[in-house]
């Protein structure tokens, strides 16, 4: 199977220019500054993941092609700019960017302890997290540029989700290899969900968001990261766009 869509993919969007991030002028102090709190957390998550890109080039996967490897360095780079975006979008709020917070340590440490697939295994969690989080909040904001950019971020993930999910599609496509991804899948994805709920959840309150509707939000995509992954041979063989 090859990986040539993703490769293509990502290199139009490399080709976007970044949007504008202005807020809502009716933003309330407090929202401002819950999202402000968020936004510099997202971002911080989004910067300094080159290594695996470097990696992958020297590991063997079934199902992995050259063109995978190169659609996952471009990948890296858009999440690159999401950060750029994120840190203005910080900026803009009247917030500060940070150099570190405890779960974007939390998950550093435990991707320097594992190989390449367990790695991805932990973007792949990443995502599922970007795309609730910044679609959540993108709904709670009134329509603005701020409003659009979250929404462009959201929809890029949806794409990054996809993209893993083809690959967790390849490299584990049947018997006790499935079986493992599931199992594990089903572990990370639901931890990190577990973690971004108690991180945010005074963001969400800021927003009227309930805390249970955003955790079934968040499990309905673990679930839907876990079938992405068990159709990703089917579509790759059909040659399908994200």
């Not at 599922?128 to 659009?148: F, M, N, Q």
């Not at 496509?173 to 994805?189: K, Q």
């Amino acid at each position: 199977m090859s990986f040539g869509h993703w490769q293509r993919h990502f290199e139009h969007n490399q080709r976007r220019p970044l949007p504008e991030v202005t807020p809502p002028a009716d933003l309330a102090p407090a929202q401002r500054r819950a999202l402000a709190w968020s936004l510099a957390r997202f971002q911080i998550g989004e910067v300094g993941e080159g290594r695996i890109a470097r990696d992958i080039w020297r590991v063997c996967l079934p199902g992995i092609d050259d063109a995978y490897r190169v659609a996952l360095g471009l990948f890296v780079k858009e999440e690159g700019r999401h950060a750029r975006i994120a840190a203005e979008m910080v900026r803009a709020l009247g917030g500060r960017l940070l150099t570190r917070s405890w779960s974007h340590g939390l998950f550093r440490f435990v991707r320097r302890q594992i190989g390449a697939r367990t790695k991805l295994l932990m973007f792949f969690a990443a995502e599922v997290i970007a795309v609730g989080c910044y679609g959540l909040l993108a709904e709670a904001l009134p329509a603005s540029p701020l409003r659009a950019a979250m929404a462009q971020i959201c929809d890029d993930e949806r794409g990054h989700m996809a993209f893993h999910g083809e690959f967790f599609g390849a490299v584990a496509p049947r018997g006790i290899r499935r079986a493992i991804f599931l199992a594990a899948w089903s572990l990370v994805g639901t931890g990190a969900a577990l973690l971004a709920l108690a991180e945010h959840r005074r963001t969400l309150r800021a927003f009227g968001i309930p805390l249970l509707g955003a955790a079934r939000g968040l499990v309905r995509l673990v679930v839907d990261g876990g079938r992405r992954a068990s159709r990703a041979p089917h579509l790759a063989a059909a040659g399908a766009a994200p």
